[in-house]
């Protein structure tokens, strides 16, 4: 196996929780590398320039398809707690904690989309992206430890 290749065991009941989950994770890395870089950028001097033009294009993709993605888990296991119960071990904990930031993302996305963001409360802003950074972190962490990293 290469130095940077990942072996990744799912404990589920069935392969279809483990696409959705895998589609899910995607979201997440795209939302991570958002958070990496505004971190990297708060953290320094620079002017804050994240989120870019592609950045709010991928925001708004991972919008739809993660409703996409979570419409068909609803329609498949009735809702979310029911799809994170086919889960087991560090795997139920990594899904909940990726189901847990996508849904928090979805909310604060269409939260935002009532009002638009011009109008949109700046405290409530800064809120939501504090939250969704902390979110990030703790699926992050859930899945050094499904992976044994941690």
């Known amino acids: 196996m290469a ?9 589920a009941s069935d392969a279809r929780s483990v696409k959705m989950l895998n589609q899910l994770y995607n979201y997440h890395l795209i939302l ?7 971190n990297e950028q708060i953290g320094s001097d620079e002017e804050i320039t994240v989120p870019n033009e592609e950045d709010v294009k991928n925001l708004n993709s ?6 996409g993605t979570f419409t ?7 809702n979310v707690n029911k799809y994170v119960e086919n889960f087991f071990g560090n795997t139920k904990d990594f899904a909940q ?22 109008a949109y409360d700046e405290e409530k802003l800064n809120e939501w992206v ?5 979110a990030v972190v703790q699926t992050n ?5 499904l992976i044994g990293k941690k």
């Open 3 to 11: 130095e940077d290749s990942i072996n990744v065991e799912f404990q």
């Open 32 to 38: 991570n590398d958002i958070a990496v870089r505004l």
């Open 62 to 67: 991972i919008f739809g398809k993660s409703v």
């Open 72 to 78: 068909d888990i609803t329609s498949s296991y009735e």
């Open 97 to 118: 904690a990726l189901v847990e930031e996508l849904i928090q993302y979805n909310n604060g996305i269409a939260d935002i989309a009532d009002v638009g963001l011009e």
């Open 130 to 134: 504090n939250n969704m950074m902390e």
């Open 141 to 145: 962490e859930a899945f050094n430890k």
